[in-house]
């Protein structure tokens, strides 16, 4: 593993010991009220998570990788806990979309945030497709339809595709995919965590969203899907998500099942 490059500046420390709490690989150390020492071992496992430069006050500490100018300020303001709630309450899975696509712009602007979701180990090593436009995303269906087909419990699926309709993709205007290395073991947990933010933050927005499991289900059983969207043999689809603009409005937010909670405890 390569040695990573990581400065105190002294002067600028103040000496309260907090990297070497809050770093996640313990390479900092050194008692509360002095400078902490870089352990050079274990710099080469660095994540690069910058929690160590994001925690410092006194803005000391020098990641190689990651640039100072880089940093954003810290939100002024975190939504509240009501806030959250009305956002998650809010969402729906929208199966019915308008024929107008999300503008290109308002997407890149909700991916961009989705850059700053966890990843096992900060590895960050999935990227995003766009499927933009209503017949490009019909052409993924027809993929997901033909790998089915020869399934016999997707019968009535394909012959609803075969009608007209879109039971895949429910006719959206755009389709996103969450890719990666196949040999990646985290793929699906992190895909996982940048759907439920994507979703979370498309409401936010007023766009409407729904995953996309055939999709996913197809891509990982044939390779129709892949090669409709230029993936390479080493490549796979660890997630999906249809994209619009919701054709209907709700009113009331459906039950759920009693929270499930067992507490272990001393």
């Known amino acids: 593993m390569t040695v990573q490059t990581i400065i105190i500046d002294a002067a600028k420390c103040r000496r309260d010991g907090i990297c070497v709490n809050i770093c996640p690989v313990g390479i900092f150390q050194g008692a509360l009220s002095q400078v902490p020492v870089v352990d050079a071992g274990l ?11 994001a925690a410092c006050p006194g803005n000391a500490i020098t990641v190689e990788g990651l640039a100072a100018d880089d940093y954003q300020a810290y939100p ?9 709630g009305s956002l998650v309450l809010s ?35 999935l990227r995003w497709v766009l499927v933009n436009g209503k ?30 309709l879109d039971p895949v ?7 996103l995919l969450v890719c990666g290395p196949a ?13 439920a933010n994507f979703e979370l933050a498309a409401k936010a927005a007023g766009f409407g969203t729904c995953w996309a499991g055939f999709t996913t289900r197809a891509a990982s059983q044939a390779t129709l899907v892949n090669e409709k969207i230029g993936l390479g043999s080493e ?17 009331r937010v459906p039950p759920r099942k009693p929270l499930n909670l067992k507490v272990i405890a001393n």
């Open 43 to 53: 710099s080469a496992a660095c994540i690069k998570c910058g929690h160590c430069a």
């Open 76 to 84: 002024a303001r975190i939504a509240s806990l009501q806030e959250l």
């Open 91 to 125: 969402r729906r899975s929208i199966r019915e979309f308008k024929d107008e696509p999300v503008p290109l712009e308002q997407v890149k602007e909700l991916l961009e945030l989705m850059r700053f979701c966890p990843t096992a180990k900060n590895t960050q090593l």
């Open 135 to 164: 017949d490009k995303v019909r052409e993924i269906s027809a993929a997901v339809i033909d790998t089915f087909r020869p399934i016999e419990k997707m019968a009535p699926m394909v012959q609803a595709f075969d009608s007209g």
């Open 169 to 175: 993709n429910r006719k959206a205007p755009q389709l």
């Open 183 to 195: 040999r990646y073991d985290w793929g699906s947990l992190d895909a996982a965590i940048y759907i």
């Open 235 to 251: 490549e796979k689809v660890f997630a999906a998500v249809m994209l619009g603009q919701p054709k209907f409005a709700y009113h």
